[in-house]
């Protein structure tokens, strides 16, 4: 048995240094229990709530305190403890999901006696973290798994509608850090997911930081669970990279409207954002071309980078739903449906 440091300075009343450390042991939440080698009752102290005794009914035993099954299993684990000299240990569930451990070792008694101290230690609690920790580190596994299976797609993508070694570290360095972005807000909220509205901002302030106003955020600030917001992340980067490289004016109002809100769906509520991009070709890019070639003036636009199809295929893939997108000469338009349990909550802002 290990001894601990103590000292008592002189002078000090036996009676007085007993009562603080019976409150000390009160505060501890430590259960005494110290018997003879035959097992009566010698002291107890402590005894958690989940038990009880009444002191009227004269002196305490292992079955009356704590029932005849786990009376039984103490009783030879305390015999254990007398034949071997050496502190054993076990565990009890009380309740749906209380738990205490019980220490017992031998302790030198009154005279030549050996005595038996029992701690009981309420362990409820810390098994309830450890649980919560192994779901924790399950869930941690589980969605860094799907990140990289994002990035590796995201990486074959790129590298499949790149024609040079530039061009996909270009791409893809700024498809990994919207993922990054999105991953943080997702963290921030303790896995709970982001906000679409930051979904945004965060991309706005990466791409128009001088020119914020261009973009008008209509409808309802939900708040997409963690796939979601992923997904949804990447497909605004798309979206908004798209209207950076080809020249989306802004200068004379909001040119890319966009809208987060409910609607009903085959009889259930879903989801639904909708891009509106109102065009003014700059010269020099795809889109200043004949008016005569029509919708196909789009095609420049649409070929420079594969982010048709991840608006298209890969976003409302993962999200379980369906996306509309559509490029003409004066208009960029996005619409992607998803059910409405992808969004924990939301707040309205304007209407």
């Known amino acids: 048995m290990t001894h601990r440091l103590t000292w008592q300075g002189a002078g000090q009343p036996e009676a007085q240094l007993r009562e603080y450390l019976l409150l000390a042991l009160e505060r501890s939440g430590v259960c005494v ?13 402590n005894l958690p709530p989940c038990w009880s005794f009444d002191p009227s009914d004269g002196a305490p035993s292992d079955a009356a305190l704590f029932g005849d099954d786990l009376a039984t299993r103490l009783r030879l684990l305390k015999l254990d403890v007398l034949a071997s000299g050496e502190t054993r240990s076990l565990e009890a569930a009380v309740g749906e999901d209380g738990l205490f451990g019980f220490r017992v070792e031998p302790v ?4 030549s ?12 609690e810390k098994t309830r973290r450890e649980k919560v920790l192994r779901a924790l580190l399950r869930e941690v596994s589980h969605r860094s798994k799907n990140l990289l ?4 797609s ?8 790149s024609t040079t070694l530039d061009q996909f570290l270009a791409r893809f360095r700024g498809r990994l850090y919207s993922l990054a972005q999105s991953q943080d ?3 921030q909220s303790n896995w709970h997911g982001a906000r679409f509205r930051d979904l945004v901002r965060h991309q706005v302030d990466r791409y128009m930081p001088q020119n914020g106003a261009a973009v008008e955020i209509l409808g309802e600030d939900v708040l997409l669970d963690p796939n979601a917001a992923l997904h949804v992340g990447l497909a605004l980067h798309e979206l ?17 409207a966009l809208r987060c809100g409910r609607v009903q769906e085959d009889g259930t509520e879903k989801l639904e954002i909708v891009w509106l991009e109102s065009i003014t070709p700059a ?3 795809g889109l200043s071309q004949p008016a005569s070639r029509g919708a196909d003036q789009a095609e420049p636009r649409a070929e420079a980078h594969f982010g048709s199809t991840v608006l298209q295929r890969v976003v409302p893939a993962a999200v379980d739903g369906r996306a509309e997108y559509h490029l003409t000469p004066r208009l960029v338009s996005y619409r992607l449906v998803f059910p409405a349990q992808a969004a924990n909550g939301h707040d309205d802002l304007a209407p």
């Open 108 to 111: 030198d008694g009154f005279g």
């Open 283 to 285: 010269p020099g890019h």
């Open 113 to 124: 006696d050996r005595h038996l101290l029992t701690t009981i230690t309420d362990l409820t």
């Open 149 to 152: 299976a994002i990035i590796q």
């Open 240 to 256: 908004m990279v798209n209207a950076v490289s080809f020249g989306t004016a802004v200068s004379s109002g909001p040119p890319i």
């Open 185 to 187: 807000l997702v963290t």
């Open 154 to 161: 995201l990486a074959a993508q790129t590298a499949r509608h």
């Open 33 to 45: 229990l110290l018997q003879s080698a035959t097992q009566d009752y010698l002291y107890l102290a």
